[in-house]
């Protein structure tokens, strides 16, 4: 199995420009979510959806979209990029949420640098 | 405002001996704490958890204690081994449907097992 994949690792684009986070899972998981990691801040939610066609937000939401068309497929928009989206992003998925407390399976990161 | 805190940002062990993290938290309403390591270009990857009614969880060289009237939890990891560097994450959720994926992250604890 595959896990979760996230394409691209490493991204750098200019202000206002616009890109998509893809994420992917090949596990049949129900919930996924997106967290962003920031130095002193720790991990922080910023969308997460409970099933296809179901999406809601988290701590950290304003300059992002997502949609989840599909159970495998939960890709992160950046809208306007902003040299404060600059950070690592991180897709997270699991069966459902009991499965949660036994950990999250996350992918190996985006790096996202917005100059 | 975090609601999980990890106050040690390193922490240095010889190998063989005991490491001991620390997290501090605010919210009396979480149901399960959860640890994670990560290594550099890696995602987060489950370590160990424990559920609130518990004071203790062990799983092999790992082992997470919590106290409930302090808001604090550590995970000890006897004997250290230099695979053990790594930057440790605290987390903790509350368990309803409607914060699933909510996990609460601390800062992280970077931990290096020296020869």
């Known amino acids: 199995n595959a896990g979760v994949t996230q394409t691209p690792k490493f991204q750098v684009l200019k202000t206002g420009q616009s890109m998509t986070l893809q994420c992917a899972q090949d596990?049949?998981?129900?919930?996924m979510s997106w967290y962003r990691q920031d130095p002193g801040m720790g991990l922080r939610l910023i969308h997460y959806s409970v099933g296809a066609g179901i999406t809601d937000q988290g701590e950290v939401p304003n300059g992002y979209n997502v949609s989840r068309s599909t159970t495998e497929d939960f890709p992160l928009r950046l809208l306007s990029a902003a040299p404060s989206q600059t950070s690592v992003y991180f897709c997270?998925?699991?069966?459902?949420?009991?499965?949660?407390?036994?950990?999250?399976?996350f992918g190996s990161g985006t790096r996202l640098t917005v100059v | 405002d975090q609601q999980v805190k990890q106050n040690s940002p390193s922490l240095s062990v010889q190998e063989g001996r005991i490491s001991i993290l620390n997290c501090d938290y605010t919210n009396s309403m979480f149901d399960y704490f959860l640890w994670y390591k990560k290594y550099p270009a890696e995602g987060p990857t489950f370590l160990i958890s424990i559920s609130s009614i518990k004071d203790k969880n062990e799983d092999g060289r790992f082992t997470v204690f919590l106290n409930k009237s302090a808001k604090h939890l550590s995970l000890h990891i006897v004997p250290s081994q230099p695979g053990d560097s790594a930057v440790y994450f605290c987390?903790?959720?509350?368990?309803?449907?409607?914060?699933?994926?909510?996990?609460?992250f601390g800062a992280g604890t970077q931990v290096v097992v020296t020869p």
């Open positions: 997270a998925s699991s069966y459902d949420i009991y499965e949660g407390v036994y950990g999250y399976t």
């Open positions: 987390a903790a959720i509350i368990m309803t449907t409607d914060s699933w994926g909510k996990l609460q």
């Open positions: 596990m049949n998981h129900e919930y």
